[in-house]
């Protein structure tokens, strides 16, 4: 044993140094000298290779007379021994020839490793007398002996100590940088075991803080243990935090026979015993079935072979266990025990951190709870709305079924009054609002503390009425004030579950809200009083200020802000920081400075004032403010002032858009009656111009008739137009020639642009695709844009120029741009020109609303409108809409299509006021083929109706006497069957009132001013 560890040591020795440097060592040490030298072990091994032995040695070996490596190596035990306890060089005599030698020793860390072996010869004496003697002794021949003496170089004294000498300092060297690898070798492994002990730890920590439950992070943390210790399996204990036995709550490895016995209650000794040693040290077992104590069948039925267990430690408490398992018996290293030490230390602080993040989520929720009740109770001064409140916020806290809350006024020894319930049934209201079910008596008054459990029939009188209501665990507590008990809150829950120490005290605390609540219902009414005159703002609690939505400010003497609430930071844009200490001047325009220093000097010399004013922001804009500002005394001493600062803005700008707006119901009124009252005439016009077109006789009047026609559809789109601006309605959709609708806008401006000194340039791309639209809708947008460009050069006062352009973009888009050379837009107001009842003109020269409708057209026909401009160098209004590929129009004037022949003898009733249009009708109608009659007023359509049983009618909405929906209702009533073969006619498509009708009905209708063409198909599709 002793030769394997001197072998060890050796080798160790070997990896530190190297054989190079000892050989390089050797060689440099004899090879000047011609000494002899040769470094080997205690034992004589040889390390090195040794330098050429002396002719004389070399002699004695070649006859065996001596062995000179175990000679030189000094072979004696005695010499060794010296040597090593020494520690220094020693000098000896070879016993065979006349040779000196010298012994070096290397020790490293205290121990003697390696000898270096010097020798020299002293002297050459072949001539002299021993010589012959010599040769006797040894048994050589004189003359062999004679010329080995001769042949072996001599060293002297002098210079042999020397490079012993030399030696010595060379191998203590040798030994000290030995020592200094081994350090540093120790070093390494002591950090490496450092790192991994870190990143475990590390490891284990992330792993307990990153997973939602308990059960996954302590199994996450014991994976990370068992992966680095590379174990079988484990389990970790937790006793309850009030105590107990301790319980497995995560496991990794183990079979379902450990998870059972463990939890199973017969084994709670044996869990003790098994797993959690007596001492809070770590218990190390190699090997169970050596272990005593331990019962071997069962721990072998477990296939467990060895474990260790460590505590869960968190300061001085032992939280629980963590034990970690081999299947075989297994010699656990000391750096393995002591990391999983270092382990249940972690697991014990993350248990102890996931316990106080519980304690601290349940308080916080807790916490919330009483702040929604503070809040319920906080809303109202009326009792019964608190009460009310209360008790609602009270059962949803805790999941109850039922509740009650009783009062009792100061003083009163009898019953407490039932003033609010949740949940009963009204007989075990009348019940109890005699007596409470319990935390009353007439003995001993009102319960000063709480009451719970989870039987309310062992708890609650009479329990027959508990039986009947279902009524389960129970708790109660008063409600108890600053001064003293006001009442008592119940709350019953209708499944049997256990009340937890935190919930009582939860609902002990909601209890004393309450009281506190109605006991300080009477100030608080005198609190609200005196929030409305802000007299002395120091008084006020920080959080009402804070939640104000007026800003409040106080300012000294001196004019400089001393505080001011997070409202005035906001309407500002100045931080808190930057308002106080500031001059309370920078918060107006230059021109109301004045102003706010009136407002000061009234409110030093006592008075209080209020004035509207615009507030400057950091950022450059305004606000309007209505300020109040009081006088601030200390002790009968004015001190400064309180302002309190109102944001009018909105409210000045919704009072100026209700203006407007009301100006514009008023003409929408008057548009839409107008619009209205045009439809008539517009359809006899329009329909009897269709009518004569078509008659064989007129063809020599084709075109003027024609002319007629288009006029009448266009002003019946004008007349759609004014309806739309009076209710808003989807644009009509048909094929579209852009530039024709530009070329119309700029034919109608062109004369007054000629004579405002305006030049037009047209830049219109042929062959531009037809779109899909509403080419009024479109003309209003381009003369909009148009009119405001005339505008903006008119304010230049120099020759204007504008340019319309049209072109089609890559992806099949087509694009129509208006530029002119006026002085554009301000960056300021860029962003905003689109907004309704933005405008930049001067007071009554726009309503905002230009640009508005024009991006509300724009967007409803799929496109984009935008603006790009550069102030004082023009602005150029770009739209862009979408194609869709349209059957182009034929050219020339064609005829009417023919009339397709109607069956004969189908009669038609026509109900309207309006002669003509009913004359019109008829006319039309007859020539089809049809049977047509005429009635103007209800009644004597009823009676028609009744007398020639019409196929279909076609009847007005809006007449004198009976209306269009009136007479409906009424042959629905008499003729089901014709009602279904009624065909409406109004001139009011668009009124949400005539829609919903329509809509409702599900029956077709003709709006005015509707073509003949249309009457045909609607009476076509009637009949089938």
């Known amino acids: 044993m002793a030769s394997e560890h001197i072998a060890a040591d050796l080798l160790h020795l070997l990896d530190v140094l190297g054989l190079d440097e000892l050989q390089a060592i050797q060689d440099s040490l004899a090879g000047a000298a011609g000494v002899y030298a040769s470094l080997g072990t205690l034992a004589g091994q040889p390390l090195t290779r040794p330098t050429p032995l002396p002719a004389i040695c070399m002699l004695l070996q070649r006859d065996s007379r001596c062995q000179p490596d175990r000679a030189c190596g000094f072979a004696s035990s005695h010499w060794r021994k010296g040597l090593a306890e020494a520690g220094q060089v020693a000098f000896a005599r070879c016993p065979y020839g006349d040779l000196q030698l010298a012994a070096v020793p290397l020790r490293v860390q205290g121990r003697l490793l390696a000898i270096l072996t010097l020798g020299r010869v002293p002297s050459a004496r072949a001539a002299e007398a021993w010589l012959p003697e010599a040769a006797r002794r040894l048994r050589l021949d004189e003359a062999e002996l004679q010329a080995a003496l001769l042949a072996t170089p001599v060293v002297e004294e002098a210079r042999f100590r020397s490079l012993v000498t030399a030696a010595e300092t060379v191998l203590r060297t040798l030994g000290s940088l030995a020592e200094a690898r081994l350090a540093a070798d120790e070093a390494t492994r002591t950090l490496e075991t450092t790192n991994r002990r870190l990143g475990t730890l590390g490891a284990i920590a992330a792993a307990v803080i990153r997973s939602p439950t308990w059960q996954e992070s302590l199994g996450q943390a014991l994976q990370t243990i068992l992966d680095v210790l590379r174990l079988d399996s484990g389990a970790v204990f937790l006793r309850g935090e009030g105590g107990g036995p301790m319980r497995l709550v995560a496991h990794r490895g183990v079979g379902p026979e450990f998870v059972a016995l463990v939890d199973s209650e017969v084994s709670d000794g044996f869990q003790e015993a098994l797993l959690f040693h007596e001492s809070e040290l770590a218990w190390v077992v190699p090997d169970v079935f050596s272990e005593p104590g331990l019962p071997t069948d069962l721990v072998h039925h477990l296939q467990i072979g060895a474990f260790v267990a460590v505590p869960l430690r968190a300061a001085d408490d032992i939280l629980g266990a963590l034990t970690l398992h081999t299947a075989k018996p297994r010699a656990f290293q000391p750096n393995e025990v002591a990391l999983m030490a270092a382990a249940g230390e972690q697991l014990g602080i993350g248990v102890q951190t996931l316990r106080l993040l519980a304690a601290e989520k349940r308080r916080a929720g807790e916490l919330a709870i009483l702040n929604e009740v503070a809040v319920a109770v906080g809303h109202s001064l009326d ?316 063809v020599g009047a084709s075109r003027e008739l024609q002319a007629i026609t288009e006029h009448a559809e266009r002003a019946a789109h004008i007349v759609q137009e004014l309806l739309t601006f009076a209710r808003e309605r989807p644009p009509a959709r048909q094929p579209v020639d852009l530039n024709a609708v530009l070329q119309s806008v700029l034919d109608l401006r062109e004369r007054e642009m000629a004579a405002a000194g305006i030049h037009v340039v047209r830049r219109l791309a042929p062959g531009l695709p037809r779109l899909q639209g509403d080419p009024y809708q479109l003309q209003q947008v381009f003369l909009n844009i148009l009119t405001n460009a005339e505008q903006a050069l008119a304010e230049t006062g120099h020759e204007g120029l504008i340019e319309v352009s049209t072109s089609l973009t890559d992806d099949g888009q087509v694009v129509a741009t208006i530029r002119d050379n006026g002085p554009g837009i301000p960056a300021a107001v860029a962003d905003r020109i689109f907004d309704p009842f933005f405008t930049t003109k001067a007071d009554r020269q726009g309503t905002g609303l230009g640009l508005s409708i024009c991006y509300g057209i724009v967007n409803a026909h799929g496109g984009r409108i935008w603006a790009d401009s550069i102030e004082g160098q023009g602005a150029a209004f770009s739209v862009v809409l979408p194609v869709t590929t349209v059957e182009a129009p034929s050219h020339g004037e064609a005829p009417p299509p023919p009339e397709p022949a109607a069956p004969a003898g189908r009669h038609v009733l026509i109900l309207e006021d309006e002669v003509e249009i009913a004359r019109l009708m008829a006319r039309y109608l007859e020539r089809l083929g049809y049977r047509a009659s005429v009635a103007h007023e209800a009644r004597a359509a009823l009676q028609m109706i009744a007398e020639e049983s019409p196929d279909l009618v076609l009847t007005d909405l809006k007449m004198p006497g009976m209306s269009g929906r009136e007479f409906y209702a009424e042959l629905r009533k008499t003729c089901p069957e014709l009602a279904e073969r009624v065909i409406f006619v109004t001139g009011d498509t668009v009124s949400p009132d005539t829609q919903s009708f329509l809509k409702q009905i599900g029956r077709p209708h003709l709006a005015k001013p509707f073509s003949l063409e249309e009457v045909r198909a609607a009476v076509a599709a009637a009949l089938g």
């Open 383 to 698: 009792l019964q709305v608190i009460v009310d409140q209360a008790l609602n916020t009270a059962l949803q806290s805790f999941r109850a079924g039922a509740g009650l809350i009783y009062l009792q006024e100061e003083g009163s020894r009898g019953a407490p009054v039932l003033v609010a319930h949740r949940g009963l049934s009204p007989e075990a209201a009348a019940r109890w609002s005699e007596q409470p079910p319990m935390g009353w008596d007439a003995d001993h008054g009102l319960d000063q503390g709480p009451r719970w459990g989870a039987n309310a029939r062992e708890a609650c009188s009479p329990p027959d009425l508990v039986l009947a209501e279902g009524l389960a665990g129970y708790v109660s507590a008063p409600l108890r004030g600053q001064q003293r008990s006001h009442g008592l809150l119940i709350a019953f829950s209708r499944e049997p579950r256990a009340i937890l120490g935190n919930e009582v005290e939860l609902f002990q605390a909601i209890g004393h809200e309450i009281g506190l609540a109605l006991e300080n219902a009477e100030l608080y009414r005198e609190t609200r009083r005196r929030l409305a005159d802000l007299e002395a703002l120091q008084h006020f609690n920080e959080r009402i200020l804070h939640t104000m939505q007026e800003s409040i400010f106080i300012v000294s003497a001196r004019g400089r802000i001393s505080y001011a609430t997070p409202r005035l930071a906001e309407l500002t844009g100045y931080g808190v920081d930057e308002l106080i200490g500031g001059d309370w001047l920078m918060l107006a325009k230059p021109e109301d400075h004045g102003t706010l220093r009136q407002v000061l000097q009234a409110a030093l010399a006592g008075r209080s004032t209020r004035s509207e004013l615009s507030l400057v922001r950091k950022d450059g804009g305004s606000r309007h403010v209505s300020l109040g500002a009081v006088p601030l005394s200390d002790g009968g001493t004015v001190t400064g002032m309180l302002g309190v600062a109102s944001d009018l803005t909105e409210e000045v700008q919704l009072r100026s858009r209700l203006r407007q707006a009301e100006k514009l119901s008023a003409l929408g009124e008057l548009v839409s009656g107008v619009a209205h009252e045009l439809n008539n005439p517009l359809t006899v016009i329009r329909g009897y111009a269709q009518l004569l077109l078509g008659r064989e006789d007129a």
